[in-house]
């Protein structure tokens, strides 16, 4: 009898745990690089958001206490408010917004990589390809408690998927855990979380699993999925965000913008060149049969589409609801694909291109923002000037300013001076039902609280010495009420517009710091 031969070890599908681990470590250094480099990223609503948790976390600055207050109340907008503010307490408040920015991005990335594994029943480094997506136009918009929320709903979802043969109430007790979270985090977070359970539960109920052709108890499961969000009803009664139900308004024109804010950040030809890259590896694992995908992307790809066509641009005064969607469900897609590995070609193959997409788009970011630290250092420069205590206004010398996506940072820099001045600035966060910080009176009627476009040039103008005919307005009678105005967006070399009411301080680029001269009462 022939002694039997023994067979080589088949290799494994994909990468060692070890080596995962190693690859994700690597890939969150590189994308940790622009935010540890810049302190102040030029996004667009971040300094604002950093601005109020200066305010709750100096409850005793005299100036900042003598212009704001802080009213807590059920508010599906408080991750970044509950987060930093602690983290404040053992590293500056600038620090404080790098480690929160950071946690965002190790959230959301370990989420892809949970949520694969709960798909697939196995760890891989394909979700790894998250890492170049952190960076995304949605990120750019400095939406915090929204990019938090995306990590934390899928990190919700695989945990559904794991629980989802097992003992009901766990996974029913975990889901309202998970929900709760997300609504506190954001309320646009929480649809994301229920976008993936519903399309999830869609598959299971249209695709039963041998044993499970019973119809009454798949549709039961079907329904009672969505009673961990039956809490969201009585939490937005008593929330005052329920005062803004009625700001809802559906554009279609940008639906595409939506799903190029994935991968578009800067340069068209970046983006473009990503795309190519994972195109023709994707033709490639096609063509050698290594690439097959979980029977759970038809599904997610058809009801997230269906939602996003539906979508209103605004919700609950809300704006980009509709535009924020895709980039979350990008996250989900990358979840949904496996790759045979086991071939060292294409262990290798795709090493390099992963560190190369990730090195593109790192290296994309940090020259745009090597570049805007220029305008950042001399905000921070006239931001010196303003005497601390004081009341600035800010407005547009180009009405159509901040459009631009190297203008993001710009937009609501002047509340810097929040930060570093203990200033009252006009366009700080303070709607009601939306955030927590409020702002005592009488200078509550001196600043925005519906999130509109600061005052043009012209507006300030003619209203100088009298109220806007279809007013009020905030800025009415502004050299009254004001000891700074910030011009924002303007051309090198723009002249004063009032010489007898302003007195330029700093000139920038892009902005102008202008004193407000005092006229003595007459006698």
Not at 3 to 13: F, G, I, N, T
Not at 381 to 410: E, F, T
Not at 491 to 520: C, H, M, T, W
Request: proline fraction near 7%.
């Amino acid at each position: 009898m022939s002694p039997k031969v023994q067979l080589p070890p088949r290799r494994a599908l994909d990468f060692s745990r070890r080596t995962i681990a190693l690859l994700f470590i690597a890939c969150f250094v590189l994308v940790s690089i622009p935010i540890i480099t810049h302190p102040i990223p030029p996004l667009s609503d971040y300094v604002n958001h950093l601005a109020r948790m200066k305010v709750i976390a100096a409850p005793s600055d005299p100036d900042l206490s003598r212009f704001y207050f802080l009213e807590w109340s059920i508010l599906p907008n408080l991750m970044m408010d509950l987060v930093v503010p602690v983290l404040d307490r053992f590293a500056d408040i600038y620090v404080a917004g790098e480690i929160y920015t950071l946690m965002c991005f190790a959230l959301t990335a370990f989420g892809t990589l949970l949520l694969h594994r709960a798909l697939f029943g196995a760890w891989s480094v394909i979700p790894l390809l998250a890492f170049p997506l952190l960076y995304n136009n949605i990120f750019l918009i400095g939406v915090m408690n929204y990019i938090f929320g995306i990590g934390l709903s899928l990190c919700g979802l695989a945990v559904w998927i794991l629980l989802r043969d097992r003992a009901w109430p766990l996974r029913f007790i975990a889901a309202l855990v998970v929900v709760l979270a997300l609504f506190f985090c954001h309320l646009f977070a929480t649809g994301v979380y229920a976008v993936g359970i519903l399309s999830y539960e869609t598959m299971r109920l249209l695709q039963p699993r041998p044993g499970q052709k019973a119809l009454l108890p798949r549709i039961t499961a079907f329904v009672a999925a969505g009673l961990p969000f039956a809490v969201i009803g009585p939490l937005m009664l008593m929330s005052p965000t329920w005062g803004l139900k009625g700001e809802n308004y559906w554009e279609p024109r940008g639906k595409i913008d939506g799903l190029e804010f994935v991968i578009n950040v800067y340069y068209d030809y970046v983006a473009f060149a990503l795309t190519a890259v994972i195109i023709l590896a994707a033709a490639w694992a096609i063509r050698h049969r290594l690439l097959r995908t979980h029977p759970w992307l038809l599904y997610v790809l058809v009801v997230s589409g269906i939602i996003y066509l539906a979508m209103p641009r605004t919700v609950f005064a809300t704006y980009m609801a509709d535009q924020r969607l895709p980039v979350a469900i990008a996250f989900m897609v990358i979840a949904c694909i496996q790759v045979d590995l086991r071939h060292r070609i294409a262990q290798r193959g795709f090493a390099v291109m992963l560190v190369l997409l990730v090195a593109v788009r790192v290296g994309e970011v940090q020259v745009v923002w090597n570049e805007l630290t220029q305008w950042t250092v001399a905000f921070q420069d006239s931001v010196a000037k303003i005497k601390r205590g004081s009341k600035v206004l800010v407005a547009y010398a180009d009405p159509w300013g901040g459009s631009k996506s190297v203008d993001l940072g710009l937009v609501h820099a002047a509340c810097l001076a929040i930060i570093e001045r203990s200033a009252l600035v006009t366009t700080a966060f303070t709607v009601p039902g939306k955030q927590i910080l409020r702002v005592h009176p009488p200078y509550n009627d001196w600043v925005d609280t519906e999130d509109g476009t600061p005052p043009s040039r012209d507006q300030l103008m003619v209203t100088e010495e009298e109220p806007t005919v279809d007013g009020p307005r905030y800025w009415d009678l502004w050299p009254q009420h004001y000891d700074y105005v910030y011009m924002l967006f303007t051309e090198p070399g723009d002249p004063n517009p009032d010489s007898d009411r302003l007195e330029l301080v700093y000139a920038g680029d892009r902005f102008q710091l202008y004193r407000v001269i005092k006229l003595a009462p007459p006698a």
